[in-house]
């Protein structure tokens, strides 16, 4: 009689308890002081731990991570539009006493030119101004009294993106580095390159003409190539003529006489992509402007200058180097890595 008493206890005890798991329902059940503690153990860590990943993908480091990469991305970015829109060589050597072009380039038809476009040169050891062109004029009160009466920007080319100096009467001191700043409506950037002083041949008198040794042009861009004269010893005058010559062919790419370009035999690959610098002509400058590099430029070229009691010339080298790439790549290497960390974050 116990041992039936006993059973049937049991078997409402069981009953009543299925009754309370139908009308609560199963959270009310897994919440239940009556659930086995080990069950509810490790409900209540599965629930704590989907917590906590949903937090860390999307409120935590990982978020913080994914903001950190994207603005590393729109940076970059930001870095190679600026450099691809100055360009200036990395490093230029000039002769001690003699005039010398510190050359820089940017891409004007990108931003607008107007009275808000600046110009800067300045001197990265000491931070101090060389040069400076805003409102369309020469800014130059504060000017070093090292480089008064010695620098230059061709105001006529800045519109077309010359914005070359003209460094006179070059000093020992003039060596270092110098930055190359353009800021247009749109657009900023900037460019550094070495001055490399070399002494002037002291057995010798000055060469008529002076060439650097070799010019580094970015295919796709506008490139200077540098050609000095010794202007005060030869004089100007109509007669005094200036020609470019490519010396593989012997062909003359640009020639001046006569107070005006001569371009009737210009070969066809340089047609409207050369130019001088008409108003510097007189002030011993024949550098001449090619536009839109092409590979097939590449090679070396003459600069021969012609006045009436002088006559110099001086062989440069034009090396075309392939056009920086557009960083796209860095997306393509870091993007992946975004998808996998978003993939885990849904997946778990």
């Given at each position: 009689?116990?041992?039936?008493?006993?059973?049937?206890?049991?078997?409402?005890?069981?009953?009543?308890?299925?009754?309370?798991m139908?009308?609560?329902?199963?959270?009310?059940?897994?919440?239940?002081?009556?659930?086995?503690?080990n069950?509810?153990?490790?409900?209540?860590?599965?629930?704590?731990?989907?917590?906590?990943?949903?937090?860390?993908?999307?409120?935590?480091?990982?978020?913080?991570?994914?903001?950190?990469?994207?603005?590393?991305?729109?940076?970059?970015a930001?870095?190679?539009?600026?450099?691809?829109?100055?360009?200036?060589?990395?490093?230029?050597?000039?002769?001690?006493?003699?005039d010398?072009?510190?050359?820089c380039?940017?891409?004007?038809?990108?931003?607008?030119?107007?009275?808000?476009?600046?110009?800067?040169?300045?001197?990265?050891?000491?931070?101090?101004?060389?040069?400076?062109?805003?409102?369309?004029?020469?800014?130059?009160?504060?000017?070093?009294?090292?480089?008064?009466?010695?620098?230059?920007?061709?105001?006529?080319?800045?519109?077309?993106?010359?914005?070359?100096?003209?460094?006179?009467?070059?000093?020992?001191?003039?060596?270092?580095?110098?930055?190359?700043?353009?800021?247009?409506?749109?657009?900023?950037?900037?460019?550094?390159?070495?001055?490399?002083?070399?002494?002037?041949?002291?057995?010798?008198?000055?060469?008529?003409?002076?060439?650097?040794?070799?010019?580094?042009?970015?295919?796709?861009?506008?490139?200077?190539?540098?050609?000095?004269?010794?202007?005060?010893?030869?004089?100007?005058d109509?007669?005094?003529?200036?020609?470019?010559?490519?010396?593989?062919?012997?062909?003359?790419?640009?020639?001046?006489?006569?107070?005006?370009?001569?371009?009737?035999?210009?070969?066809?690959?340089?047609?409207?992509?050369?130019?001088?610098?008409?108003?510097?002509?007189?002030?011993?400058?024949?550098?001449?402007?090619?536009?839109?590099?092409?590979?097939?430029?590449?090679?070396?070229?003459?600069?021969?200058?012609?006045?009436?009691?002088?006559?110099?010339?001086?062989?440069?080298?034009?090396?075309?180097?392939?056009?920086?790439?557009?960083?796209?790549?860095?997306?393509?290497?870091?993007?992946?890595?975004?998808?996998?960390?978003?993939?885990?974050?849904?997946?778990?």
């Open positions: 009689m116990n041992l039936r008493f006993l059973l049937f206890v049991g078997t409402e005890m069981q009953t009543e308890r299925a009754k309370r139908d009308s609560a329902g199963e959270e009310a059940s897994l919440n239940s002081p009556e659930l086995p503690w069950q509810l153990y490790l409900k209540r860590r599965t629930e704590s731990r989907i917590q906590l990943r949903r937090r860390v993908c999307f409120t935590g480091p990982a978020a913080a991570a994914v903001t950190g990469v994207l603005a590393i991305l729109i940076l970059a930001g870095r190679v539009s600026g450099s691809e829109f100055v360009t200036v060589p990395s490093s230029v050597k000039c002769t001690e006493g003699q010398c072009i510190l050359s380039t940017f891409n004007y038809t990108a931003g607008d030119w107007d009275e808000r476009t600046g110009v800067t040169w300045r001197r990265l050891e000491t931070g101090r101004i060389v040069h400076s062109y805003y409102n369309n004029l020469g800014q130059l009160n504060n000017q070093p009294p090292h480089y008064v009466n010695r620098t230059s920007l061709f105001d006529s080319e800045l519109q077309r993106g010359n914005a070359s100096l003209l460094l006179r009467r070059v000093r020992e001191e003039d060596a270092g580095q110098y930055r190359c700043s353009v800021n247009a409506r749109r657009l900023y950037g900037t460019g550094l390159t070495e001055v490399v002083v070399v002494p002037a041949d002291p057995t010798t008198a000055p060469a008529h003409v002076t060439v650097p040794g070799s010019v580094k042009c970015t295919e796709g861009q506008d490139c200077i190539l540098s050609c000095t004269f010794n202007y005060t010893a030869g004089g100007w109509e007669k005094t003529g200036v020609t470019w010559r490519r010396l593989e062919t012997g062909r003359i790419i640009h020639s001046y006489h006569d107070n005006m370009d001569q371009l009737a035999h210009q070969p066809p690959q340089y047609v409207n992509r050369t130019s001088l610098f008409d108003s510097e002509l007189q002030r011993g400058n024949a550098s001449l402007l090619l536009r839109r590099v092409r590979e097939e430029d590449a090679g070396e070229y003459e600069c021969s200058v012609s006045t009436p009691r002088l006559h110099g010339s001086g062989l440069t080298e034009v090396v075309v180097v392939p056009a920086q790439q557009h960083h796209w790549w860095v997306l393509g290497a870091v993007l992946p890595l975004l998808c996998v960390v978003a993939g885990l974050c849904v997946g778990l």
